[in-house]
């Protein structure tokens, strides 16, 4: 959600904020720009789309600077245009790039019109830059006024910031969207994301809410949110630039499904001795926290929900803990009652979801005493603001669609399961049975990803098509779910899943020939219930495509098409069969021609509400 890069170096900093800009670009596409300063004027360069076109506009029309910043957008106020996109400038003095949501710029925006700003876009940024300028006017202070100002914003910020008066300082602040510092050898960086900075830092500072830093080329100052220096420490990144690039692969996508069993080893890494899972994966406090726990609530967005979905089926199932489950943008305005010792647990690939993070602030004011999150990224918001973490180890996920991040949340969950199941009635032969299924999961992935060329021709069928429906039962209706997520948002084909039983209270009536049904349907106690869905689809004249155990015959029949999936244990099948629909996804946007890993109108990390 808004990609912000800056930089203030002993070179030309304009090539490696250009490179940052092409590895935040997940983060939204909609116009990218840039600014330095250069002899104590602004230089700045925007463009709509995506960041390759500033790159071409800045090799026509070069510009160089010592210091800058750069912004990759996400419209959330005012269309996708070269006035709306960042930096934003006032009066050729003040220079802004800005993630996140001003929630009182309409307030702002009168004063300011009153006092004479003239504005030149529909964002609410602009606001911020006009403010800053302001508080300038009776101040050389620039960290001062920097601070007055963000004193009057309402909402979630990340900023960097550059002024004409001050060339030789950067000042970078967050309240609620992430930001980090990149520590170089005589220079810093700022970015949102780590991965912006991997090919000239590994070493990161990063920033608590309300810090405001003011950086110069060879110091640093941080203030924290009560106006106090603070020292906030270096951080090693494990990280390498290589692996947030994409390779051989033609996309992101495709990589990240192909990691998945990598990935998953990785997820499962030093986390059992002697084929026995240690709590302390958690975190130290960890036994304590479960031995106290009477019941678990999931609160996650998108793919992250779906795994939770997947979770409440396990955790009930094969544990009988309670779990309940909700969407975080709906419970963090419903004022839910939250039953006691209940332990919240987030889910989310960035750490950074707004309505995610905002939930679990809900749940704790709610009276929840533990939370655990399920995460991607370390020193994340969600990591800092849990007692417990598991993280997923997935490594970085640039395409959109979410792949690795949910097969390895779904690794975790499954670890969750086995340390309250211990707890409440998963018995100790479950338990080696679902370890053993977990470490087999990388090599069963392995032998779904030799079907890839299968799926491939499947695929044709899809890409005339406007609409699909997804079924499933049990822990496979959130899988279908997934399914018809991944295939909405990469290929723009309507996608709907249903829990099969609920096909004759509605979709039936949508069955025809132009409506494939993609139905998960591996061997478990619900096959014939399902067998009985397909039935009723098949004999409305539906295309049917089965994803089915191998194990299983299928009687010839034209109206139906399957793929057999290798055979798997009940538990662990649900993580198998995500990958096939996956690939399908993933095909079909390829034949469609749609841009796998940033499909219109999304972007990865939705830090705004
Ligand atoms: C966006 C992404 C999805 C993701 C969701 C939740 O919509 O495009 O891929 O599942 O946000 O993100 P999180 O980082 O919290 O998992």
Same mark, same amino acid.
Not at 25 to 42: K, L
Not at 200 to 225: H, M, P, S
Not at 349 to 360: F, I, K, M, P, W
């Given at each position: ?307 939770? @979905? %997947?979770?409440?089926?396990? #955790?009930?199932?094969?544990? &009988?803990?309670?779990?309940? *489950?909700? +969407? /975080? =943008? ?51 918001? @969600? %990591?800092?603001?849990?007692? #417990?973490?598991?993280?997923? &180890?997935?490594?970085?996920? *640039?395409? +959109? /669609? =979410? ?207």
């Amino acid at each position: 959600m808004c990609g912000i890069v800056g930089g203030i170096a002993q070179r030309n900093v304009v090539p490696i904020l250009l490179e940052g800009l092409k590895r935040l670009e997940y983060r939204g596409y909609d116009s990218a720009g840039m600014a330095v300063i250069h002899n104590h004027e602004i230089y700045r360069k925007r463009e709509l789309g995506k960041v390759k076109g500033l790159e071409a506009l800045l090799q026509a029309d070069p510009i160089s600077g010592h210091i800058g910043i750069a912004h990759t957008r996400w419209a959330t106020h005012g269309k996708p245009s070269t006035q709306n996109a960042h930096p934003h400038i006032c009066r050729n003095k003040v220079t802004v790039v800005h993630n996140g949501i001003i929630e009182n710029h309409e307030q702002l925006r009168s004063q300011q019109l009153e006092r004479g700003y003239e504005f030149t876009s529909q964002t609410d940024t602009e606001v911020i830059v006009h403010q800053i300028y302001d508080a300038l006017e009776s101040t050389n202070d620039f960290v001062g006024a920097v601070k007055q100002a963000v004193a009057k914003l309402e909402g979630a910020y990340a900023l960097g910031i550059l002024s004409t008066g001050h060339p030789d300082t950067l000042v970078a602040c967050r309240k609620g969207s992430p930001l980090v510092i990149g520590v170089g050898i005589g220079e810093y960086f700022i970015a949102s994301d780590v991965a912006a900075l991997l090919p000239v830092t590994q070493r990161f500072i990063f920033l608590e809410d309300g810090d405001i830093a003011a950086i110069g080329i060879n110091d640093l100052v941080i203030y924290d949110k009560d106006d106090n220096i603070v020292s906030r420490p270096i951080k090693d990144s494990q990280l390498t630039a290589e692996a947030a690039e994409k390779g051989e692969y033609r996309h992101y996508m495709l990589k990240e499904i192909y990691e998945q069993p990598f990935a998953i080893s990785q997820t499962l890494e030093g986390r059992f001795i002697n084929n026995r899972l240690q709590e302390n994966a958690f975190g130290f406090n960890a036994p304590d926290i479960f031995d106290n726990t009477k019941a678990i609530l999931i609160l996650a967005c998108g793919t992250s929900y779906h795994a939770g @979905l %997947v979770a409440r089926y396990w #955790l009930e199932e094969l544990a &009988r803990v309670p779990c309940s *489950i909700e +969407v /975080a =943008s709906e419970f963090r305005y419903r004022n839910p009652v939250l039953a006691p010792d209940t332990l919240v647990v987030t889910i989310s690939q960035s750490g950074e979801t707004a309505d995610t993070l905002a939930a679990l602030q809900e749940a704790k004011k709610l009276g929840a005493k533990h939370s655990l999150t399920i995460c991607n990224v370390p020193e994340s918001s @969600l %990591v800092r603001e849990s007692d #417990l973490v598991l993280m997923t &180890r997935a490594g970085p996920e *640039i395409g +959109v /669609a =979410s792949t690795k991040a949910f097969t390895t949340q779904l690794v975790t969950l499954m670890l969750l399961v086995i340390a309250m199941g211990r707890r409440f009635q998963l018995s100790d032969i479950m338990e080696a049975k679902l370890t053993s299924e977990l470490f087999a999961l990388p090599g069963k992935i392995e032998k779904v990803l030799r079907l890839d060329n299968e799926i491939k021709v499947l695929s044709e069928q899809f890409a005339d098509k406007e609409h699909a429906l997804f079924l499933g039962r049990g822990t496979h209706y959130p899988i279908a779910m997934e399914g018809a997520l991944k295939l909405k948002e990469i290929s723009y084909i309507h996608a709907e899943a249903y829990p099969a039983g609920e096909l004759k209270h509605g979709p039936l009536a949508l069955i025809d020939a132009d409506m494939p049904v993609i139905t998960v349907a591996p061997n478990n106690s619900l096959l014939e219930k399902l067998k009985s869905n397909m039935q009723e689809v098949s004999a409305r004249g539906g295309q049917l495509i089965v994803f089915m155990d191998e194990t299983l015959s299928s009687s010839p029949d034209s109206n139906v098409q399957i793929l057999k999936i290798p055979q798997v244990d009940n538990e662990i099948s649900p993580i198998v069969y995500t990958v096939p629909l996956q690939l399908l996804s993933y095909h079909v946007a390829v034949l469609k021609g749609t841009d796998v890993d940033q499909p219109r109108n999304l972007a990865k990390s939705v830090t705004v509400e």
